[in-house]
T-cell receptor, first 110, second 119 residues
Framework: EIVMTQSPLSLSVTPGQTASISCSASESLLHSSGRTHLFWYVQKPGQSPQLLIYDVFSRFSGVPDRFTGSGSGTYFTLEIRRFEAEDVGIYFC????????FGQGTKVEI | QVQLVESGGGVVQPGRSLRLSCAASGFIFSNYGMHWVRQAPGKGLEWVATIWHDGSNTYYPDSLKGRITISRDNSRNTLYLQIYYLTPEDTGFYSCARDFGGGPAYDYWGQGTLVTVSS
């Protein structure tokens, strides 16, 4: 099983500032297809999880460009620029290279 | 818009079985693979089961094989999860999710249904 580890587990952000969350995998997420199957989600209070980023850096439909994914191999980062109150929630990474496993989640608040 | 609504949760005694349902709307259900994911209280997310769009293939984690069956009825736009021999460790929120299609991920999730296994 591929183990996903996030840090930090909680984060307090000032509106307008940048939040950064890291996610590491126990093995490379580079698939034989050449794609790297690392995804980012956010679960806002009272809502179901929403897909933000797929394949490390591609934004899902409707996701603002304030959200940026980066990384390769086993280490990945999600940056949220110009943080807004509506961005509060639990952010988690997920790998899809071999079945699916999740990071523990990072609680981001103001 | 895409909607996934789970039902069937509740309090169940250990050793019993339970069937969860996920009603889908807002998209062509028969075109998409579907998944179940769960989260125990205070724990992280755990993938539970996957089924192809036509039901021809199913996948489970080794830890749950033999106790779980995922199925679907494309004529009713409904996904199911049958869990056998429930234990307290099966307690948690169970959510269905639609396959992304653009990669091995989920793009829309339901709100989940709570299963509590207790005597």
């Amino acid at each position: 099983e591929i183990v996903m580890t996030q840090s930090p587990l909680s984060l307090s952000v000032t509106p307008g500032q940048t939040a950064s969350i890291s996610c590491s995998a126990s093995e490379s997420l580079l698939h034989s297809s050449g794609r790297t199957h690392l995804f980012w989600y956010v679960q806002k209070p009272g809502q179901s999880p929403q897909l933000l980023i797929y394949d490390v850096f591609s934004r899902f439909s409707g996701v603002p460009d304030r959200f940026t994914g980066s990384g390769s191999g086993t280490y990945f980062t999600l940056e949220i620029r110009r943080f807004e109150a509506e961005d509060v929630g639990i952010y988690f990474c997920m790998q899809g290279k071999h079945l699916w496993t999740f990071g523990q989640g990072t609680k981001v608040e103001i | 818009q895409v909607q996934l609504v789970e039902s069937g949760g509740g309090v169940v005694q250990p050793g019993r079985s339970l069937r969860l349902s996920c009603a889908a709307s807002g998209f062509i259900f028969s075109n998409y693979g579907m998944h179940w994911v769960r989260q125990a209280p205070g724990k992280g997310l755990e993938w539970v089961a996957t089924i192809w769009h036509d039901g021809s293939n199913t996948y489970y984690p080794d830890s749950l094989k033999g106790r779980i069956t995922i199925s679907r009825d494309n004529s009713r736009n409904t996904l199911y999860l049958q869990i056998y021999y429930l234990t307290p460790e099966d307690t948690g929120f169970y959510s269905c999710a639609r396959d992304f299609g653009g990669g091995p991920a989920y793009d829309y999730w339901g709100q989940g249904t709570l299963v509590t296994v207790s005597s």
